[in-house]
């Protein structure tokens, strides 16, 4: 029967460290909402599983073996999940800023291309006055 609420009490202490441990990533900006959130709803489950009487149930039959190999297999699954999101959380917003940078080089490089379009129209002005004003001097484009 020790077992059983050591299972219990461990689901809702786990429960507990997750939810926290989701909202800390998340402020801290290391994890995304949608991974934050998914991990909130699981930390929910498991403090539901574990201080409902009838989904918990199954803990009166395994044995303290059992219950311990479960809550490290459990704990070690868990960690490995938090480690994975936390990691494609931080691919996904590194992707995001190298969205924003290359947005801003393709604006900065279409002002660039305007400013030398115009430079290039200016000088074909002068060269159309020069031309004019000369009279005799010959068109090297032309040629």
Same mark, same amino acid.
């Given at each position: 029967?020790e077992t059983?609420?050591?299972?219990?009490?461990?689901?809702?202490?786990?429960?507990?460290?997750?939810?926290?441990?989701?909202?800390?990533?998340?402020?801290?900006?290391?994890?995304?909402v949608?991974?934050?959130?998914?991990?909130e709803?699981?930390?929910?489950?498991?403090?539901?599983?574990?201080?409902?009487?009838v989904?918990?149930a199954?803990?009166? @039959?395994?044995?303290?073996?059992?219950?311990?190999? /479960?809550?490290? @297999?459990?704990?070690?699954?868990?960690?490995?999940?938090?480690?994975?999101?936390?990691?494609?959380?931080q691919?996904t917003?590194k992707?995001?800023e /190298?969205?924003i940078?290359?947005? /801003?080089?393709?604006?900065?490089?279409e002002?660039?291309?305007?400013? @030398?379009?115009e430079?290039?129209?200016?000088?074909?002005?002068?060269d159309?006055?020069?031309?004019?004003?000369?009279?005799?001097?010959?068109?090297?484009?032309?040629?």
């Open positions: 029967m059983a609420y050591l299972v219990k009490y461990g689901m809702i202490v786990v429960g507990i460290v997750i939810i926290l441990a989701g909202f800390w990533f998340h402020s801290i900006k290391k994890m995304t949608n991974f934050s959130v998914v991990w709803f699981l930390g929910v489950i498991l403090i539901i599983i574990g201080t409902v009487p989904l918990s199954w803990t009166r @039959l395994i044995s303290a073996g059992t219950g311990f190999a /479960l809550f490290c @297999l459990g704990t070690i699954c868990l960690m490995g999940g938090f480690q994975f999101s936390l990691l494609v959380s691919l917003m992707n995001q /190298l969205a940078q290359v947005s /801003l080089l393709n604006q900065e490089n002002r660039i291309l305007f400013e @030398l379009e430079i290039h129209k200016r000088k074909d002005r002068e159309l006055s020069g031309e004019e004003r000369t009279g005799n001097e010959e068109n090297p484009v032309c040629n």
